[in-house]
């Protein structure tokens, strides 16, 4: 169990508990999916590995999982509900709204009508081997605002009825943020942010309404990790590795040279008082907001035990977070998603 976390870094739920503001993320242990020929997973798993990597987190003290219905075309959900089971004291969140064959493992389409979304809560349940889902969030990122309102109204449903505790948006549109902030049982928007990208919109909206800011890319896609250097690629089957608008951080499968300057230009910064990058990076967007939830990825008990580690050693300082402000600034790069 966790010893000596700083109380920065723990958070209460929509449930009055309270736990560690640090999470894990569940793409990568998914595998291999694809949209066509294009890779949307991190490349080939051992679940076996996978799971213990997920019951040494839940060792550590960590309480809080995150993963969606399409990652694997299922298999993060399956292999989550095979670590953690009905146990009542871990929070998994999960995602729909994109379709996927669990057979041939294709991107099948993106849905979020009533039928679909019932659907979808059924299967996860069935695949993390709950009772109900402690948190249901929609996946489409730009979906049409007004369009949102006959989803989240079926997630209002869903929760009377007793399949899931609450429910959040996965956006990065302060808009889309705003728009069911009061809505009973919202409690949580999942949105990219990490010290490349402090996303302060969106973090404004989340904070006036006392949401949780759940931190997707907290770690750059891994860039962060510190483990990539600019001549190595990523595997063939890694998402990373695939021509998306929105993989900035590599391309063609590397470091992208822009943000290779940007991480020589904080590293020290994010590595005092003998953090680990990573640890580092994490502790920044504690800093930077009370509300923030980071759910780094993982494959490995050992980058489980990083990510963990973090906590014990609190935010960064203000004066460094200065710093680090100031650095980047300077740097004047271009940065677009």
Known sequence: MLTNVDTATTIALWNGREIPRLGMGCWAIGGPFYAGDVPLGWGEVDDDESIRAIERAVDLGIRFFDTASNYGAGHSEEVIGRAIGNRDDVVIATKFGFATDEKTKQATGAFADPAFI???AETSLRRLRRDRLNLLQFHLNDFALEASDEVFETLET?????KIDAFGWSTDHPDRAARHARRAGFVSIQHTMNVFEPVQAIIDVIERNDLISINRGPLAMGLL???????KAVG??????ASLDWMIYFKDGRIAPEFAARLEAIRNLLTEDGRTLTQGALAWLWARSPRTLPIPGFRTVAQVEENAGALAKGPLQADVMAKIDQTLAGLQLPLSR
């Open 236 to 241: 063939e089957k890694d998402v990373r590795g």
């Open 118 to 120: 019932r659907q979808s």
């Open 158 to 162: 869903l929760r009377a009825e007793g």
């Open 225 to 231: 990790s510190g483990k990539f250097t600019p001549d």
